[in-house]
T-cell receptor, first 112, second 114 residues
Framework: DGGITQSPKYLFRKEGQNVTLSCEQN?????MYWYRQDPGQGLRLIYY???????QKGDIAEGYSVSREKKESFPLTVTSAQKNPTAFYLC???????????FGNGTRLTVT | AQSVTQLDSHVSVSEGTPVLLRCNYS??????LFWYVQHPNKGLQLLLK??????LVKGINGFEAEFKKSETSFHLTKPSAHMSDAAEYFC????????????FGKGTSLLVTP
């Protein structure tokens, strides 16, 4: 079955370290997204990519970086510049603008 | 510009009673609207979508929603709640002029009691 795989499910890091979250999809979708979820705040868009080798900042891109070297992969790096990185991170993909997003099962990042 | 407001942060119902989760939207263009469900520590799953076809949209697990342009609403309903419906529900709005921007509501937590 097609889907989105996020790994790892739980991730723990020390403050000051960069960390990379993996997102892979086999849905052949052009667009991929990273969202951050905090309790009571819904989902906020970090970055999105419509095609390979191209990506745009979302609403809360500061302290994050991404790459899109392959259609299937859209890794997110949480840098030490991110002031409050502890959160649940969700990766998603879609085929066009108004088709629904398909979500991975998320990575819960804890930074201490 | 577009936005969505989920009117209740928490809703509690008894098993077997109706569910109503309220969502109001604003959009400068004809909107596309979605409802997603999220179980604890999981990703979001699409329940149903409205994209300018029939105003009454049927989704999975017995849920449905009605698009009411005059009221700018897209409320989610289910005739009879099941224990497994307990989850977080998100209303989402987008439109063809917003590029890839989707606006999520802050979510409604549904509690189902026996």
């Amino acid at each position: 079955d097609g889907g989105i795989t996020q790994s790892p499910k739980y991730l723990f890091r020390k403050e000051g370290q960069n960390v990379t979250l993996s997102c892979e999809q086999n849905l052949n979708h052009d667009a991929m997204y990273w969202y951050r979820q905090d309790p009571g705040q819904g989902l906020r868009l970090i970055y999105y990519s419509q095609i390979v080798n191209d990506f745009q900042k979302g609403d809360i891109a500061e302290g994050y970086s991404v790459s899109r070297e392959k259609k299937e992969s859209f890794p997110l790096t949480v840098t030490s510049a991110q002031k409050n990185p502890t959160a649940f991170y969700l990766c998603a993909s879609s085929n066009s603008v108004v088709t629904p997003l398909h979500f991975g099962n998320g990575t819960r990042l804890t930074v201490t | 510009a577009q936005s969505v407001t989920q009117l209740d942060s928490h809703v509690s119902v008894s098993e077997g009673t109706p569910v109503l989760l309220r969502c109001n939207y604003s959009s400068s263009y004809s909107p596309s609207l979605f409802w997603y469900v999220q179980h604890p520590n999981k990703g979001l799953q699409l329940l149903l979508k409205y994209t300018s076809a029939a105003t009454l949209v049927k989704g999975i697990n017995g849920f449905e929603a009605e698009f009411k342009k005059s009221e700018t609403s897209f409320h989610l309903t289910k005739p009879s709640a099941h224990m497994s419906d307990a989850a977080e529900y998100f209303c989402v709005v987008t439109n063809s002029n917003s590029g890839y921007a989707l606006n999520f509501g802050k979510g409604t937590s549904l509690l189902v009691t026996p």
